[in-house]
């Protein structure tokens, strides 16, 4: 995660939003479907 944090900084993004970002623009299915596949806890 630290690795991300300095990219992550330059998009206005944090870690948890990062993935978020990702599983939306990865597959071609419905957002409630993308949201089962978040891993969920604290970041």
Known sequence: MRSYR??????G????QYLVML?????DE???LKIH???A???
């Open 23 to 27: 599983v939306l623009w990865e597959a």
């Open 6 to 11: 300095p990219l992550l900084v330059d998009l």
């Open 13 to 16: 993004l944090t870690y948890p």
């Open 37 to 39: 596949r978040l891993p």
């Open 41 to 43: 806890g604290p970041g």
């Open 30 to 32: 419905p957002v409630p």
